[in-house]
């Protein structure tokens, strides 16, 4: 759809018709929207690439073992890659459990770009950077594309896939990974948006098929909500269009590209069918009314902006920002009013509404309803998703590129021919405003430790065998994330010596993983070494001052930090 801007902002200088100069390509305008979106992913991240190889990002949480445990995701899917996917499932972090790898986000798309990269110096941890940079780039671009299709600028646009990038969401999401990859969000967008503008074609339903196959591949909490809101609404729009062979091209269009992804979905889906979260858990990572209307304290306007301050004593923040929430509502009373994009505005109103509501989750009661709950219950894999305040990125998703129109708005109403100067300064004043609000205080970083040279190490990997290894003490029983940081370092560590790990980390642990963890508390007695014999350990690694005294046990290599011993069960 052809949008109401000069052609001068788009680069074209049209000559005079008789005689006059032909037509003039500017690229300078075309050139600096291109490099926009990846010079705000390196200045959101910064310094991450100056230490690109070393450390990886952290968003707003204050420990590390989430983003460690994404990097060792990405390690996993690399390693599997040069595989084939053979053993895929099959993680060496709960041995002898099979599916270990389906009990959280197995990222394979992420894993495969990253496979792509991970030859560079720094490995996969020079991936994991240039990863993200690239998801961050591709949210930008693509909020960008749809904002273009709902008819904005091209300034707009750029506006809006700036705002999308620079989301507090994703912000505070930069340490968990596939969090921060919502394109797959925007592409699925732009295909049913362009079934309802212009009627169906195979084109459109390969975006929307498209977009949640990536998401599905990227990020699963983004797929699941999307295909779930976007599902009945695309099948409503191809019921009523009424043109048989234009909607068989639409189906065809997104089938195919969620038939390549139906592998890995059904293989999570078949590993983890049994396994749900408990009410109480789903419940406590409910948003409150509260949390919407609330910043982190790490960005700038969570400390000032009275309606952002986080004093609620609940522990989640999930305002927008009054940049997309102003603008984006702006834009949606805009395409409303616009006939050729009244029903996109519908459908993006909806998808904003079912974030908004499902982010609140089982904490929404409406007289002993639960509407969250009917999701649980009757709808695949609802059940297997911990946390619903995850859900407000779909407000993000749905108001980011409505941004575009809504700053194309403001700006004919500041920039008027009689005060244009003032108009303008008063246009960038809120936008310099808005970016402040939801911009980062600082931007931390997680070193990432070189497992490959410690002792321990080397030594687990030269020994002939590939036997189960226990680590003492393990992560503590009660089983906070912050608890399980040195246990994702050994999982960085499996994957360079090879042996499987009885107890790791992961998102949705074994029913038995608090007794493993209990028993590998010092001191170790004989209770701990039968348990690690019925588990077929062979190697027992130990830090700090822990006393052995079992006959079973035989120290194997005195190391600088951790000592390695060998299990002999028939001793």
């Not at 929307?208 to 295909?227: C, E, H, S």
């Not at 639960?370 to 407000?392: C, K, M, Q």
């Not at 170790?524 to 006393?547: H, M, P």
């Amino acid at each position: 759809m052809k949008s109401d801007v000069d052609e001068a902002e788009e680069g074209v200088t049209v000559g005079i018709a008789d005689g006059g100069d032909p037509p003039r390509v500017t690229t300078a305008p075309r050139i600096a929207r291109t490099l926009l979106h990846p010079l705000v992913s390196i200045v959101l991240t910064w310094p991450a690439l100056a230490h690109l190889g070393s450390a990886i990002p952290r968003g707003t949480e204050t420990v590390s073992t989430v983003p460690l445990f994404n990097l060792w995701t990405l390690q996993w899917n690399v390693d599997r890659v040069g595989h084939l996917w053979s053993g895929y499932w099959n993680a060496p972090i709960f041995e002898p459990d099979p599916g270990s790898f389906a009990r959280s986000d197995p990222q394979p798309l992420t894993g495969l770009v990253a496979w792509s990269v991970s030859w560079l110096p720094g490995g996969t941890t020079t991936a994991y950077v240039l990863v993200l940079l690239l998801a961050l780039t591709l949210n930008g671009v693509t909020a960008a594309r749809v904002a273009r299709r709902l008819g904005a600028s091209a300034t707009g646009a750029a506006v809006a896939g700036v705002v999308v990038q620079a989301s507090p969401f994703v912000i505070n999401e930069l340490g968990v990974l596939q969090l921060t990859m919502l394109f797959g969000g925007f592409i699925a967008i732009d295909g049913v948006l362009g079934l309802a503008m212009d009627g169906p074609s195979r084109r459109d339903g390969l975006l929307a098929g498209g977009g949640i196959a990536i998401a599905a591949l990227t990020n699963g909490y983004l797929a699941l909500a999307m295909g779930t809101v976007l599902g009945p609404i695309a099948l409503v729009l191809l019921i009523r269009a009424r043109r048989d062979r234009a909607v068989v091209a639409f189906v065809i269009g997104a089938l195919l590209p969620i038939l390549f992804a139906a592998p890995f979905v059904l293989g999570q889906q078949a590993a983890t069918d049994d396994l749900s979260w408990a009410v109480e858990t789903v419940e406590s990572n409910s948003a409150a009314l509260a949390d919407l209307v609330q910043l982190d304290d790490q960005l700038q306007g969570g400390r000032v902006l009275p309606w952002a301050q986080n004093d609620s004593g609940t522990p989640e923040r999930l305002w927008p920002g009054a940049l997309l929430v102003g603008l984006g509502l702006l834009g949606l009373v805009e395409a409303r009013r616009r006939t050729a994009t009244r029903a996109a505005a519908l459908i993006l109103g909806i998808v904003a509404l079912f974030g908004l509501i499902g982010s609140l989750g089982l904490s929404l009661d409406i007289a002993g309803f639960r509407p969250y709950a009917l999701l649980r219950d009757y709808v695949p894999g609802w059940g297997r998703l911990r946390s619903p305040f995850r859900l407000v990125v779909l407000v993000t998703i749905a108001l980011g590129p409505l941004v575009g129109l809504g700053f194309d708005r403001l700006a004919r109403t500041l920039r008027a021919p009689s005060h244009r100067r003032v108009g303008t300064a008063a246009l960038v004043t809120v936008l310099v405003v808005g970016a402040w609000e939801v911009w980062p205080r600082q931007r931390p970083l997680v070193d990432v430790p070189d497992v490959a040279t410690l002792d321990w190490v080397a030594f687990l990997d030269n020994v002939d065998d590939r036997d189960p290894i226990a680590h003492v003490p393990g992560a503590a029983p009660r089983g906070r994330t912050g608890d399980f940081e040195g246990t994702v370092v050994d999982m960085l560590a499996t994957v360079e010596h090879g042996h499987p790990m009885i107890s790791g980390y992961t998102g949705l642990f074994p029913d038995d993983r608090r007794i493993v963890r209990e028993a590998l508390q010092p001191p170790i007695d004989d209770e701990t070494i039968d348990l690690l014999c019925a588990r077929q350990v062979g190697w027992v690694v130990i830090e700090g001052d822990v006393v052995v005294d079992d006959a079973r046990l035989d120290r194997s290599l005195v190391g600088t930090e951790r000592d390695v011993y060998r299990l002999d069960c028939g001793a």
